[in-house]
């Protein structure tokens, strides 16, 4: 046998082998989503006879190339059915090879990615950490993402947070299949990037993924990005008015449950697609502050509000990495200005502070609302300070570790960007034959970003496979690093009051409370993170 034949619950899948890696893409983990499965959990995916061609990747998820964000390429497939997962493992891996695995959830703001875009993303985890890497394909946009069960009906029921469902079916199936790819079940490790790392923290307050995963890593997570049904449900009427005008259709009332189901039902996906761009550029200021597409706090898969279940101690108490980028914000201009960032949008986001916090916090950003200021209060507002909050919580019942990106090319500089967000996944995946990542290495610092990302990815290996990020030393010493030695530091546990942090740069270093001052001052925002 080649090793590239593996049997499944469902059937038999046969891979690919490249550079020491095989691979299995496009595995259905779930039944189609369309037709009467459209708003539905998923389903049980139905077996196969014979042996199935897993070398490509499943289809997108629908949506748009030129929506808000810059969606799958148009030449990729796109369909419904695309509840698919793929997997890599190092050769010679066979099922009782009991190898730490890490699944990884794709970001784009809940609206556009695949766990496809990068077609090499994970290779290097495999071959060069010995990981049995995953990843998955979950619903976007308003089929995965709006509460729109005020439009279900008997005939067509709607369920709410489809999407999470969906990860949560992708994690099912690892933990009843992954040895077989040599996987240990015990040792997963669930991982994303900006909405993925969203689903992350999400999931780890949600009860029925209790035991589906040991640990998580949070990249960038806008932690309390989760709404109440009321919020998300005036969301979702908004979305019917909006997508009834796209449908052209002078008959409907869309105000009538049973015209919207039926408009929901049938729309064309790429109407939906493009009814949920839409709403997403209107929501920063109409909403400043919040997200359209995001978890819903449902009373039933999500009972509880994520950042209140992680200061009681309700969320899974797993050992947890999680950090943030040095300036989120800087990435969020033009069409994808979705943050904070105007003086009408921070007026409202500050409508019930009391005026001495407001000023507090102000001060931690001289020159609010001019360009630069404004990014660095808007990305703390999304990503940090919700992330701070998380660790400081999580730290009181689990294992925690918190980190910042720093390390910036040249490029990346020069451009105003630094180390803004999503710059690490170029560090940490060493995609730098794509077109942005020889771009950011075009002026230099190719060697620095390199090395960061490879420190980054050793210490995300070592957490998945013992649950601690731990590295061999540097033979110099703790903190001590020759020219061309990376230097490994010991990297804390985060707690209070040292809230002890990784900072991840040229040269790493471990920094008590960054920024403890901003911290301090964010603790007076109202309503409070």
């Not at 985890?125 to 089929?143: D, E, K, M, P, Q």
């Not at 189901?261 to 400043?288: G, H, K, S």
Request: glycine share 10%; net charge neutral; aromatic share 8%.
């Amino acid at each position: 046998m080649d090793g590239l034949l593996v049997e499944t619950e469902l059937g038999a899948v046969h891979g690919v082998r490249r550079g020491g890696v095989r691979s299995w893409r496009g595995i259905p983990f779930a039944a189609s989503t369309a037709g009467a499965g459209r708003f539905r959990a998923p389903r049980a995916a139905e077996g196969w006879d014979g042996v199935r061609a897993a070398h490509e990747f499943g289809p997108v998820a629908p949506q748009l190339r030129r929506g808000q964000f810059i969606g799958a390429a148009p030449h990729l497939p796109r369909s419904e059915d695309c509840l698919s997962l793929n997997v890599l493992s190092p050769e010679g891996a066979g099922p009782t090879a009991g190898l730490p695995v890490m699944v990884f959830l794709h970001g784009g703001a809940y609206s556009v990615g695949s766990s496809g875009e990068y077609p090499r993303q994970g290779e290097l985890f495999a071959a060069r950490h010995g990981v049995v890497y995953v990843s998955c394909n979950y619903r976007l946009g308003a089929l995965g993402w709006l509460d729109l069960r005020a439009y279900s009906t008997p005939e067509h029921p709607i369920e709410a947070n489809l999407g999470l469902r969906d990860q949560l079916a992708a994690l099912e199936w690892v933990q009843r299949n992954i040895r077989a790819f040599g996987g240990d079940p015990s040792r997963v490790t669930l991982f994303g990037e900006s909405a993925g790392a969203n689903s992350v923290t999400t999931l780890m307050t949600v009860p029925a993924a209790e035991g589906l995963f040991a640990r998580a890593i949070a990249q960038s997570s806008p932690a309390n990005a989760v709404y109440p049904a009321e919020v998300a449900q005036r969301w979702a009427a908004e979305y019917v008015r909006l997508l009834s005008r796209l449908v052209d259709d002078d008959d409907l009332d869309s105000e009538a449950p049973e015209d919207a189901a039926r408009m929901l039902r049938t729309a064309d996906p790429t109407v939906l697609a493009r009814a949920t761009t839409e709403l997403a550029v209107r929501t920063p200021d109409e909403n400043p502050g919040t997200i359209s597409l995001a978890p819903v706090i449902d009373g039933e898969l999500l009972p509880w509000r994520p950042l209140d279940a992680f200061k009681e101690g309700r969320a899974h108490r797993v050992p947890l990495v999680i950090g943030t980028n040095d300036r989120e914000g800087s990435l969020f201009e033009g069409r994808i200005d979705i943050l904070p960032t105007t003086k009408p949008r921070i007026r409202a986001i500050f409508a019930n502070t009391k005026k001495k916090a407001r000023k507090q916090i102000k001060r931690q950003y001289p020159g609010l609302p001019d360009r630069r200021p404004a990014a660095d209060f808007a990305g703390d507002f999304t990503f940090w300070f919700p992330s701070v909050k998380l660790a400081e919580r999580h730290a009181r019942f689990a294992p925690t570790w918190s980190y910042r990106f720093d390390a910036a090319p040249r490029m990346a500089r020069l451009l105003g960007l630094d180390a803004t967000h999503g710059l690490e996944l170029f560090a940490l995946f060493e995609k730098f034959d794509t077109p942005v990542g020889v771009g950011l290495t075009v002026l230099g610092d190719r060697g620095m970003f390199v090395a960061v990302g490879r420190r980054m990815q050793a210490r995300w290996a070592a957490f998945a496979a013992s649950g601690r990020p731990e590295l061999a030393r540097s033979p110099l010493g703790r903190g001590e690093a020759a020219p061309g030695d990376d230097g490994w530091l010991d990297w804390p546990q985060y707690a209070e009051p040292e809230r002890l942090t990784l900072i991840l740069d040229r040269r790493d270093r471990v920094e008590a409370d960054p920024r403890g001052e901003r911290r301090v001052a964010w603790q007076r925002f109202v309503p409070h993170v």
